[in-house]
């Protein structure tokens, strides 16, 4: 894989990190410093998080490959 298309996959994992944190905050707000307060929480629907946390764990796992590969390392 060229260094291009290796950006182009961490790009990718950042986005949907940032998604994952603006779904979170859509359930789950803020304290005043900054961090979430699970105590306010609303209900998040579970097989939506499910999905993303599915597909944001997939690229995590792609990209784990890219720097193995690069690196010269072997998988665990």
């Not at 307060?37 to 997939?58: N, V």
Request: with cysteine; glycine share 6%; aromatic share 14%.
């Amino acid at each position: 894989m060229d260094k291009e298309q290796a950006m182009k996959e961490f790009k990718k994992y950042e986005q949907m990190r940032m998604e994952m944190y603006e779904f979170l905050e859509d359930y789950i707000p803020k304290d005043e410093n900054g961090a979430l307060d699970f105590s306010k929480a609303k209900d998040i629907p579970a097989k939506e998080i499910y999905d993303r946390w599915f597909k944001l764990d997939y690229q995590a796992r792609k990209i784990r490959g890219i720097a193995i590969n690069c690196l010269g390392l072997k998988g665990e």
